[in-house]
């Protein structure tokens, strides 16, 4: 069983990646678009300019990889709060795991299927 | 010995504060109002993320039957000032929470929170005048300075140009 404090530790550095890559991510929308904002999510724009880029791509699973942890362990803390008791806080714990899980399954199919020639 | 106040349970629950509890700002300080801040959008942005991952998986379709209006004719219907004002509280708090979380992670780490002293009158506590305070104005100009640039991009370039 992970400790509380390992957990949070991990909150922070995932934050502090979510930092990094989420400043890239409005940056990709806004400033390094060509045309700014208004063009920055044409399908040409965020297919071919980013989700089919490996570097950008990488990128973007590495940002969700982030999202994933820290949003759910943020709200399994929310919702840990919220009651008492080892039955709560196992299902509060399973939950929020699989939700994660299912979260980043999910993005990384919008991700690679650009690279997978549509597999999945 | 007098049994305890739920039964079957060895301890009394004691859910005083639980419920309302971040909600609570009688007499909060400005850490106070920070931490309340920082759980009201790091909610939101999570529940965004939700609605983000749903939105952008649009794409695979139109990827995979090879119309681009697929996903064009969504993002038409997304470039409207409503769902502008949503982004731009969404990159607020994002934003806001982002900043304030490093922070709390220097904080966690003892920077910013200054030297233990002698407890001597008034008894301020020396973490609540040291430099993290500093810190947290500091990243509330910087949010309220991107998010004017978010307005930018969302509204003006977007709408009035």
Known sequence: MVRESTL????YITGLGIL???ALHFASLTFLVQGGYPNALSYANVVYDRYEDPLWAAALEAFLALLSYHVFNGFRVLLLELNQGSGWTKAVNVTMALAAIAAFLYGTRTILVFHLGGAI | MS????SGSKFPRNMRGVLGGWARVSHANFERWLYLMHRLTGLVVG???IAHLAETSDIVPAYLSGDENIWNNL?????TPEAHAGLLIIAAFAV???LNGVRLFLAASGVGV???IRPEWPYAPVSLRSFQRSLGWLFIAVTLILTAYAFYELFV???FV
């Open chain 2, 3 to 6: 049994a305890p106040a739920s």
């Open chain 2, 157 to 159: 370039v977007t709408h």
């Open chain 1, 20 to 22: 990094v890559l989420g």
């Open chain 2, 75 to 79: 993002m038409q219907s997304l470039y």
């Open chain 1, 8 to 11: 949070m530790w991990i909150q």
């Open chain 2, 96 to 98: 806001y929470h982002g």
């Open chain 2, 47 to 49: 529940l965004y993320l």
């Open chain 2, 114 to 116: 200054g030297r233990p």
